[in-house]
């Protein structure tokens, strides 16, 4: 994947679909950061909210987002499959395709981080909720992650 | 349940209808109230279970006027309402009746505490808290649920000590829950008194919902002495602490009550209180003459490095040898404690690869560390090794870069600074004139200004090129010149446009 254009695309969607919505979202409120595969998680920047996307071989693991109370969802949470209910990592350990090969709770982590593709889109919190909701849906509907929703509902 | 919205719409809408005079009755008692009911998700159970909560102020005004304030479970009203209208619909010898003042006034009390508590209120909370209600469902998309799993919580706490715990397990997955454990006892007023104070006191300052995808959600319900609600929500993942008491820590050990979702789903985050970093170089040296009968001298190097909640500070120390200590402490009110704070603890140092067997030894020097972390809730935790790559934990080389990054933050201060002690202080005549760099140029341009506020290091837009295009420039140094020293005429000299905003790199 070009991660360039990739980007790009991110950025065209998020633009468009607020503007077909009348309600622009300002380039400048908004950035879009690609940390690469390996990638090293970054916390959320005071005053910022998040969108964070994960992706393996070109397949959407999750998509999901944070808002600025929200830290450990966004910098930690989905790297240790205890930290929470749902996780990246919890979903990663019991897919039945065991995409990750022989990993372990210990080792989940470290395997996200070195095979993973990770992409954070930040946006200023006073932007508000709704467009954060915005992104996520569209992000939903374009690529379809697949440790987001029950198999049963998509 | 749906969205309050449609809610508060179906409450104000036949609240309305039922202050109208000129109503039909037929318009009332026909299908379409019935058929909001059930979109609502309200049940026709014939009041029992208003009943059983309210006794006769199922059926009687005058009684549910006597505790209609008190009533703050949405669900058991709306089904409340539509089991009392089912009653003119079907079973009333005329549906007429309904329109009989006493009707009415039922309808239109039941259905404006309907409306008051499904309205969205953003306020913070104001007043004396009598009693909170926190729903917590925490369904997921990581594992599916299983028939048992209890998904959802309802904890109910009064300031008479009376404390209801009405749980639902996910069932077969359709819609309705399962009804789960129900549980409903008395705890001292005085420790319901102060659980309500404090998340009232919680709520009464600003609240910026915590929200994020996948984790659950909690509501809650506040309502003060006067009869008043308020709504707060939010994302399960919610620490929420006043004071330093964590709430949902709180509502746990007081009522006794371990596995409750509150506001974090029980998965409080554990935090780093304090690390307290060791690190130790014995090195020998042979020297180049002769000491006796040693054959080496050691050096024995030590650093200390102690990040503190408590004290907010972050504390260096170099023992480089006798006589010769040299510390560095920095207070930063927040900034320590958000350094803090993003640490994971729960995963913070826990994996150390280790070195293989047949690493070679330096005999002449040996590098060790021994680190103890603080947490909040979890025992303190010490690992020591070999200062090395593989003998640090793997993630030993991001928490250093990040603690490095926020001490140089701070610098070296002024005292010690050229750009301070060399700046001279502008007279009244005298021109600012700025020495700037362009990007990939070593060469420097003088340019003026107005603003005194540049320094060294600023970044400037200024108009560049015969054809004076904008470019960003660096400023080198900020000097003053009367017009007879000015190292180039004022009026040949270009002036910048102004300092560089953010805006300007994009």
């Known amino acids: 994947m070009d991660f360039n254009a990739f980007s790009k695309e991110l950025n065209n969607i998020i633009l468009e679909t607020s503007t077909t919505l009348g309600k622009p979202i300002n380039g400048s409120s908004l950035e879009i950061i690609d940390r690469g595969k390996p990638h090293k998680p970054e916390p959320l920047p005071a005053g910022k909210m998040g969108v964070y996307l994960f992706l393996y071989d070109d397949v959407f693991l999750k998509i999901g987002k944070a808002g600025p109370k929200s830290n450990a969802r966004f910098y930690s949470q989905h790297y240790n499959p205890k930290s929470a209910r749902s996780t990246l990592a919890a979903s990663i350990l019991s897919d039945k395709s065991n995409i990750a090969g022989t990993i372990t709770e210990s080792n989940i982590g470290d395997w996200i981080k070195e095979n993973c593709h990770r992409i954070d889109i930040l946006l200023d919190a006073d932007v508000g909720i709704f467009a954060l909701e915005l992104i996520e849906a569209a992000l939903h509907y374009k690529y379809e992650p697949i440790y987001e929703g029950f198999v049963t509902q998509r | ?506």
């Open chain 2, 1 to 506: 349940m749906p969205e309050r919205k449609s809610i508060n719409d179906f409450a104000v809408k036949w609240g309305k209808k039922f202050r109208d005079e000129e109503i039909n009755y037929i318009e009332l008692v026909d299908h379409y109230f019935a058929d909001e009911c059930d979109e609502l998700g309200f049940v026709m159970d014939s009041g029992e279970a208003f009943s059983q909560q309210y006794g006769s102020a199922s059926y009687d005004s005058r009684e549910l006027k006597k505790v209609i304030n008190g009533i703050s479970d949405i669900e058991l009203l709306g089904s409340a309402i539509y089991s009392r209208w089912r009653y003119f619909n079907h079973w009333a010898y005329d549906g007429e009746e309904i329109l009989e003042d006493c009707n009415r006034a039922w309808f239109i009390l039941a259905l404006d505490r309907l409306a008051l508590l499904s309205e969205e209120n953003t306020l913070r909370f104001v007043g004396k808290p009598q009693s909170i209600r926190i729903i917590s469902n925490n369904i997921s998309y990581g594992p599916y649920p299983d028939f048992t799993d209890e998904v959802e919580q309802h904890l109910e706490i009064n300031d008479e000590g009376q404390v209801s715990l009405k749980a639902f397990d996910f069932g077969d997955g359709s819609k309705d829950f399962t009804k789960g454990r129900s549980i409903e006892f008395n705890i001292e007023k005085q420790i319901s008194q102060k659980i309500l104070n404090l998340v009232g006191a919680y709520f009464s300052q600003e609240y910026t919902e915590i929200f994020a995808t996948d984790i659950g959600y909690w509501n809650l319900e506040i309502i003060n002495t006067d009869g008043e609600v308020y709504f707060f929500s939010g994302s399960l993942c919610a620490d929420l602490e006043i004071d330093g008491v964590n709430l949902s820590n709180l509502i746990r050990s007081e009522i006794n009550i371990e596995n409750l979702y509150l506001f974090d789903n029980n998965y409080n985050t554990d935090k780093v209180n304090k690390i307290f970093i060791d690190y130790h170089r014995v090195t020998k040296i042979r020297p180049q003459e002769s000491i006796g009968e040693k054959e080496y001298v050691t050096w024995d190097y030590s650093e200390q490095l102690v990040i503190d909640r408590k004290t907010e500070s972050i504390e260096h120390i170099q023992n480089i040898g006798s006589g010769c200590i040299i510390s560095r402490k920095l207070k930063v009110q927040g900034g320590v404690e958000a350094l803090l704070d993003d640490l994971d603890a729960e995963s913070l140092f826990e994996n150390i690869e280790g070195n293989p067997p047949n690493v070679i030894e330096n005999l002449n020097e040996t590098r060790k560390y021994k680190i103890i972390i603080d947490f909040e809730k979890k025992e303190q935790k010490t690992i020591t090794g070999t200062y090395d790559k593989k003998g640090l934990p793997n993630d030993w080389a991001d928490f250093a870069e990040y603690v490095l990054e926020f001490i140089l933050f701070y610098g070296l201060g002024e005292i010690l600074d050229p750009s301070t002690y060399n700046k001279t202080r502008r007279c009244e005549g005298e021109y600012i004139y700025l020495s700037v760099a362009f990007e990939d140029s070593y060469k420097t341009y003088f340019y003026i200004t107005d603003d005194d506020s540049i320094e060294a290091g600023d970044f400037v837009l200024v108009p560049a090129g015969k054809d004076n295009h904008q470019a960003i420039v660096k400023v080198i140094s900020v000097e003053y010149f009367s017009e007879e020293d000015a190292p180039l005429s004022p009026s040949k000299t270009k002036k910048i446009i102004r300092k560089s905003t953010e805006e300007d790199f994009k």
